[in-house]
């Protein structure tokens, strides 16, 4: 894979870093453009340029860069920042591909990478039943293909707390360096640290309060609940679907209603108890919080 790369912004924490690395050892030559102080921090290789102009000169900057050092391959991450906006018309002006990342919507804990674009610019088919033919053709060799492990740890969390905090906190100190960079979004380190800091506690908080449901569910209002078995339902709606949508459509279905419950003295009928249909359905240990659900 030898060739001429050249990175531009990667996402928070050392991802572009390791990535340089392996193309490096794949025989790459890599270039890689910083434009404020938490790319900075964020690329250990040595060699990487700094971008000090302003936004207006970044088009010719890059195009004349390109020219010069022969890149054949750009990467970047997320192709909705406005510098990389401008990266992938010089790129397609040079007719050389870019490679754009972005944090894994096909399945949790990857990232996804798609030539020209991700999300709405991406190229994956519009058409279900594309999918659906491909499953059909591929279920005959799915036991063959080799599954990644998908273990992010305990830590991931706190990893992404503190590669973020500490992006917003060089981003922060590298202003007088580059002071024509305008951020695609605020970007103040004691906000994005106390929204991370409010996410701990949230975090703590939910994993109790779930822990104080399931034992409920699995001890005082055991046998108290339904679980429906309905083959002209399908169950992958009720996954995505709000709680109060669910209730009608299980209504529609003839489907006996949920009994109302007796505790303390009062009854919750089916209107009030939102949170027990999706048990229901699809099992007490799948709920993440009260809150989430209603």
């Known amino acids: 894979m030898a060739g001429k790369v050249l990175l531009l912004q990667g996402p928070m924490g050392p991802f572009f870093s390791r ?16 434009f404020h102080g938490g790319d900075e921090a964020d690329y250990r290789h040595p060699g990487a340029l700094a971008y000090t102009g302003s936004f207006a000169e970044w088009r010719d900057y890059l195009a004349a860069f390109i020219a010069e050092q022969e890149i054949d391959r750009v990467f970047l991450y997320g192709d909705r920042r406005p510098y990389h906006v401008v990266a992938l018309d010089v790129a397609a002006s040079f007719r050389i591909p870019v490679y754009v990342f972005e944090e894994g919507y096909v399945r949790p804990a990857f990232v996804t990478v798609e030539a020209g674009g991700v999300n709405g610019r991406s190229s994956l088919p519009r058409d279900p039943n594309d999918y659906l033919d491909r499953a059909k053709a591929g279920a005959a060799t799915a036991d063959t293909i080799a599954r990644p492990e998908v273990n992010p740890g305990k830590l991931a969390f706190w990893a992404h707390a503190w590669f973020s905090t500490r992006y917003a906190v060089y981003y922060w100190l590298g202003r007088k360096r580059y002071p024509l960079y305008r951020h695609h979004r605020p970007l103040n380190p004691y906000i994005e640290g106390a929204r991370w800091g409010m996410s701990a506690c949230k975090k703590a908080y939910y994993h109790c309060a779930d822990k104080r449901r399931a034992r409920r569910l699995f001890k005082p209002l055991r046998k108290r609940y339904f679980l429906f078995l309905c083959k002209s ?37 089916s209107s009030s108890i939102r949170w027990i249909a999706p048990i229901a359905i699809t099992g007490p240990r799948s709920l993440s919080s009260r809150r989430n659900i209603g």
């Open 233 to 269: 339902i399908a169950m992958r709606r009720f996954s995505i679907t709000p709680a109060s949508s669910l209730l009608r459509h299980l209504s529609k279905k003839s489907l006996p209603p949920l009994p109302a419950m007796r505790r303390r003295g009062r009854f919750w009928s």
């Open 19 to 34: 990535l340089a690395s392996e193309l490096t050892a794949e025989g790459c030559a890599v270039f890689k453009i910083n």
